[in-house]
């Protein structure tokens, strides 16, 4: 059977935080490159895996700017806005 916790109960279990994207005061859609380091937003959240066949870039020195909200193995991922049932477990691959 499961249980049914909050995700402040999961992080307080395992000392972890609840961290919330970028914003867009945070990250501009002038801040999109070519290549660079992916961006993950709900939209690459697919049937509880990270699709990056369409993922958005962005250059090293504004994921530096933005390393609080770099993903780990381990991590889980929602989207808080619009389809809010997608999640995703992040894996080595993913993580970053």
């Known amino acids: 059977m499961w249980a049914t916790r909050t995700l402040g109960e999961i992080c ?6 609840i961290q919330t994207g970028p914003f867009g005061s945070q990250l501009h859609e002038s801040d999109y490159a ?10 690459n959240i697919l049937d509880g895996k990270v699709d990056i066949s369409n993922i958005a870039f962005i250059e090293e020195a504004d994921a530096k700017r933005l390393c609080r909200h770099r993903m780990s193995a381990g991590d889980i991922v929602y989207g808080r806005r619009g389809d809010i049932g997608r999640r ?3 894996g080595v691959k993913e993580s970053g």
Do not use: H
Not at 34 to 43: F, L
């Open 12 to 17: 307080d279990d395992v000392g972890g935080i």
């Open 34 to 43: 070519d290549d660079g380091v992916p961006v993950v937003m709900p939209k």
């Open 88 to 90: 995703s477990l992040i």
